[in-house]
């Protein structure tokens, strides 16, 4: 009965790959996010969907692609991965969006790239 | 320039020696506060949500308290499974922010 889940849990690649990680929800909510949590353990947000529209897109290059099939779905896929991409991907979901509501973490994916 | 700073770091307490996390902020039009725990190796879990100065959450030995600046996280009387990363996250409605947390540890 995992409310947000994410796969894989640990990734290890090289510079110049391609990869995805893919996100599902099943609590029924509207929006979901990519957040990367880098090694000081500080937690950044990457991108909002909102029924599948793009609603947050913050700095982040252009390398990085988000999909959302559906309302339950958000996958993240990554071009041409470098050693700086190194960090934990947290997908998340929520009922809405614009105050802020209480939100469900994934359990994470820790990208390594060698 | 909209900031969230959560302090200490890093702190050791002995069980039963109660303490206060403090998460202070500056952002332009504060929608909501968060609290948040974090284990290793696993997500965040909410733990609580303040959304006006002089609001209060209390949930077993945790009370979180609001001001117009500053939040804080109060452990009363703490257990080993207290420890964990607690971190602090604000909302404008549009924007949110996550501190870089503070990092408790509850010695037996």
């Known amino acids: 009965d995992t409310a947000v889940s994410q796969t894989p849990k640990y990734l290890v690649t090289q510079m110049g790959n391609d990869k995805s990680i893919k996100c599902e929800q099943n609590?029924?909510?509207?929006?979901m996010y990519w957040y990367k949590q880098d090694s000081k353990k500080f937690l950044k947000i990457m991108f909002s969907?909102?029924?599948?529209?793009?609603?947050i897109n913050e700095t982040v290059p252009n390398r990085f692609s988000p999909k959302s099939p559906d309302k339950a779905h958000l996958n993240l896929h990554i071009n041409s991965l470098e050693l700086g991409d190194s960090a934990v991907y947290f997908c998340?979901?929520?009922?809405?969006?614009?105050?802020?509501?209480?939100?469900?973490f994934g359990p994470g994916t820790r990208l390594t790239v060698t | 320039e909209d900031q969230v700073t959560q302090s200490p770091e890093a702190l050791r307490l002995q069980e039963g020696e109660s303490s206060s996390l403090n998460c202070s902020y500056t952002?332009?039009?504060?929608?909501?506060l968060f609290w948040y725990r974090q284990d290793p190796g696993k997500g965040p879990e909410f733990l609580f949500t303040?959304?006006?100065a002089g609001e209060e959450k209390e949930k077993e030995r945790l009370k979180a308290t609001l001001t117009k600046k500053e939040s804080f996280l109060h452990i009363t009387a703490p257990k080993p499974e207290d420890s964990a990363t607690y971190l602090c996250?604000?909302?404008?409605?549009?924007?949110?922010?996550f501190g870089t947390g503070t990092s408790l540890t509850v010695i037996p």
């Open positions: 969907y909102n029924n599948k529209e793009l609603i």
């Open positions: 996250a604000v909302t404008t409605g549009n924007q949110f922010y």
């Open positions: 952002v332009s039009g504060l929608r909501g």
């Open positions: 609590l029924g909510h509207d929006t």
């Open positions: 998340a979901s929520s009922q809405g969006y614009q105050v802020g509501p209480r939100t469900y």
């Open positions: 303040l959304y006006s």
